[in-house]
């Protein structure tokens, strides 16, 4: 088999434009966790399934792990800020952020296209990242422009 480039691969993956998440949990003691994921995706809509990936290196992974539920936040185009704020590896910084507890205590940030309130249905092994399915227990959306992401920028279409 041939040798991928990683770099190339990864450029490659990101002419695929996605819409931008930020997923929401708490860690053991009942902080706050959020990271931006442009890997969401729906499964079932018998039971409601989704699906993220989340990579094994994130400090945030125990938390995700041992919390088993979740919110998926889709941002809407003008959350640019939100989006970065919980870039990166780190398990996110709510300080100056806007958000209410679900029952579960999750964080919920307002102002979302759509907000799905999970619980960790199934987890899979998927290389350097970890699959986790969630059932949709709740969900909401508005009409509003989503943030879109492609080859390393936001990107804008209207959707009508």
């Known amino acids: ?36 994921a442009s890997s969401f995706n729906s499964v079932s809509l018998d039971p409601p399934l989704i699906l993220w990936s989340i990579g094994y290196e994130r400090s945030s992974l125990p938390a995700f792990r041992e ?19 919980f ?15 679900n029952d579960h205590g999750i964080p919920m940030l307002p102002g979302c296209v759509s907000r ?3 619980v960790t249905r199934h ?6 990242h970890l699959i986790i399915v969630g059932e ?13 992401f492609c080859r390393g920028k936001y990107a804008e279409i209207k959707i009508d």
């Open 67 to 85: 919390t088993g539920k979740f919110v998926v936040h889709v941002l809407a185009e003008d959350q640019i800020d939100i989006s970065n704020k």
């Open 123 to 128: 987890e899979y092994e998927g290389g350097d």
């Open 116 to 118: 799905f309130e999970c």
């Open 1 to 36: 088999m041939a040798s991928i480039d990683i770099t190339e691969f990864r450029n490659a993956l990101g002419s695929f434009p996605t819409g931008v998440t930020v997923i929401t949990t708490t860690d053991s003691e009942g902080n706050p966790i959020a990271m931006t």
């Open 136 to 148: 949709v227990e709740r969900f909401v959306t508005e009409d509003k422009q989503p943030l879109l």
């Open 87 to 101: 870039a990166g590896s780190g398990a996110g910084d709510f300080s100056e952020v806007e958000y209410d507890n």
